[in-house]
């Protein structure tokens, strides 16, 4: 694997100074530039001095404000990630850059591939960065490490692609339209064409945010827009011919076949083998070194892989076939999984809202087209499947990891944000819902959980994180709780890899019990407590089914799976070689205890590529959301009722 040249420089997570006035600063000893100015009094609210940037920088240059707010949110969100570089070497809010893009992660030279591999892989060298400092006569570490100094910068940017399109600034937002596609920094069609389209849909549709680091950003909503998008032949990009994909129009799309042996070819659902579940991955190497990777014989591969920078893809495995991508055949069977290029221990520096945005349009499509339900128990990470035996479990894969922002995904499915913040009582359903940006907490990354080599030391780090931790008593002082499979009855670890003591955000259970500002829910075969004060990282769940061993307190504990294969003398009966259906040892549903569960149960099943026949079972499972990951039981094993929000 190619290592990143990149400085990945992993510390606490720390705020920087906000800002509250515009003022004047003087750079490179003649130029005076409008900057906003450490707070020292004055009357306006700090955390609006990033709006205030953006409206500064919109009228210098001219820029039709709603325009700059909306590239940028497409950019970064209006983050400025701390001063830290982008995975593709970007800074700043408006997402300057400096690199060559045969040195973004991917290790130069030593990652080469296919021709048609590497000229897909990365995008154009470009160093923005530079182009911004002669446009505004800013220093580079200016426009690097200060809000408004990268706001003005990439206004002005915005203004010099305006201006040689067209020779004149324009009022009006959708005379911009060609000007936003090249700020994309696009090579083909496809992807500029993509980026302009999302721009002036955030400008349709508006968008508010407040940062992670404070920052309230809104734009509001300009449904008249019609952007003139007949400019974008002006650029004259080329108009890759591709083999036909599987995507929205929305996303940049190109297909590059997988090594034949990294799956199966199918003919899914046609043959009666279901797609029913949708695998959000990261890829532990960059894009090129995944897309090279998944062509060589005897690996794993996933349907799709996404660049970080503007989520542009490669199509891999037709969705039809079965990928190897899960590292559980029963789930690959029924999933199509979308990687995403980016490090699990560096998650937040890698998904970016282009990633967020195209990946959720492909995903509806893909739902769409399938009937896949748009909820946590259907749309689940790599770190959500269940191991296929016990053995597994414990090397089963953790990505996306805890920066992936699952609230904010789930609302770009138009799911999740509406509902009631609160925790009922005993029997009630809660979903887990902390608030990714708000939600701190405390990780240990070491160098075993970072294939890039930038961790050369176990290091604590505080972060945005899309889970809650899971103590054994209602107390923060109690031992986190630790998974079986992982510690064999040992406590758990805070350790960024160790999914064992969280519970993750989307995700559904049955609450065991409250005492004072802690939830219990039933979680693992156990009951777990986090902290909750007034339900503040929970939301009712109504009309969810639930699952139980049973109504007495001596019901038998019911056995927990991780695949869903038919019996084996049903493969006997069919003259078929069985596949191996036994239960999770340590896992089960002891009595008295409840797990959420998918609405119907589904058939056992299997798959025979030889003969490219599908082997469907005379029983059905459930699928339950088990502890981080998902299982499954047999339906005539279970009591099944329906549970919603409110004390039962």
């Given amino acids: 694997m190619a290592k990143s040249q990149r400085a990945h420089r992993l510390v606490p997570r720390r705020r920087r100074a906000l800002f509250t006035a515009v003022g004047l600063l003087t750079v490179a000893g003649s130029v005076t530039v409008p900057l906003v100015a450490q707070a020292t009094g004055g009357t306006d609210p700090a955390d609006t001095a990033r709006q205030r940037a953006f409206a500064a920088a919109a009228g210098e240059f001219h820029v039709p404000r709603e325009v700059l707010l909306a590239l940028a949110y497409q950019e970064s969100a209006w983050d400025n990630h701390a001063g830290w570089q982008s995975a593709e070497g970007g800074y700043g809010p408006m997402h300057l850059t400096d690199v060559t893009a045969t040195t973004v992660a991917d290790g130069g030279a030593d990652a080469a591939g296919p021709a048609d591999v590497a000229k897909l892989a990365a995008p154009p060298a470009l160093h923005t960065l530079r182009v911004a400092a002669k446009l505004t006569g800013l220093s580079l570490e200016m426009l690097r490490t200060n809000d408004a100094a990268n706001i003005r910068g990439g206004a002005a940017l915005l203004a010099s692609y305006q201006e040689k399109l067209h020779s004149r600034a ?20 496809q992807g500029a064409r993509a980026f302009a389209n999302r721009v002036f849909a955030t400008v349709k549709n508006g968008a508010s945010r407040t940062t992670p680091d404070g920052q309230r950003v809104s734009l509001a909503a300009t449904p008249e827009i019609a952007p003139a998008t007949d400019q974008l032949a002006e650029l004259d990009l080329p108009m890759e011919k591709t083999a036909a994909t599987e995507c929205p129009d929305t996303v940049d799309c190109t297909f590059v076949p997988a090594d034949p042996s990294t799956g199966q070819t199918s003919d899914r659902p046609a043959n009666h083998i279901r797609i029913d579940t949708i695998v959000i991955h990261d890829t532990e190497l960059s894009y090129k070194s995944a897309i090279t990777t998944f062509q060589k014989p005897g690996t794993s591969a996933s349907h799709y892989v996404m660049r970080s920078a503007d989520g542009a893809v490669s199509q891999m495995v037709r969705t039809k076939d079965i990928a190897f991508h899960t590292g559980n055949y029963s789930s690959n069977l029924h999933s199509i999984g979308i990687e995403h290029e980016g490090y699990a221990a560096h998650g937040a520096n890698w998904y970016t809202e282009a990633q967020y945005e195209a990946t959720a349009d492909l995903v509806k499509y893909l739902a769409h087209r399938f009937q896949v339900p748009l909820d946590r128990q259907h749309i689940i990470g790599h770190d959500n499947v269940p191991g296929p035996s016990w053995t597994l479990i414990s090397a089963m894969h953790w990505d996306p990891g805890p920066s992936w922002d699952w609230d904010h995904f789930m609302a770009l499915l138009g799911k999740g944000g509406k509902e009631r913040r609160g925790v009922g009582g005993a029997g009630s359903v809660v979903t887990i819902s902390p608030g990714f940006a708000y939600n701190e907490q405390t990780l ?33 002082t109690a031992p986190l709780f630790g998974d079986w499979a992982l510690h064999s009855g040992a406590k758990g ?32 075969g156990s009951k777990v407590w986090f902290y909750n004060p007034h339900g503040v990282n929970t939301t009712r769940a109504n009309g969810v089914t639930a699952v139980s061993s049973g109504a007495t307190s001596d019901s038998k504990p019911v056995a927990v799976y991780g695949s869903g294969y038919p019996d084996a003398s049903e493969y006997t009966t069919a003259g078929l070689k069985s596949s191996p259906q036994v239960p999770l040892s340590m896992y089960s549903i002891p009595a008295g205890q409840a797990y959420v569960a998918t609405a119907a149960p589904a058939a056992t099943d299997d798959y025979f590529a030889s003969s490219g026949k599908a082997f469907i079972g005379g029983r059905t499972m459930y699928t339950i959301q088990y502890n981080h990951r998902t299982a499954l039981v047999y339906s005539t094993d279970v009591s099944a009722e329906q549970l919603g929000g409110g004390r039962h």
Wanted: negative net charge; glycine residues 8%; proline residues 6%.
């Fill in 444 to 476: 240990q990354i070491c160098p075993s959980d970072d294939p890039t080599g930038a961790v050369t030391a176990c290091t604590d780090v505080n972060q945005p994180s899309d889970f809650v931790y899971l103590r054994t008593l209602p107390s923060k």
């Fill in 493 to 524: 670890t805070d350790r960024i890899s160790d999914w064992g003591s969280t519970a993750q955000a989307g995700q559904q259970f049955v609450v065991a019990g409250t005492q004072g500002a802690w939830t219990a829910i039933w979680f693992s």
């Fill in 170 to 189: 324009s009022a009006e937002p959708a005379d911009w339209y060609g000007a936003v596609a090249r700020y994309s920094q696009a090579s083909r069609e």
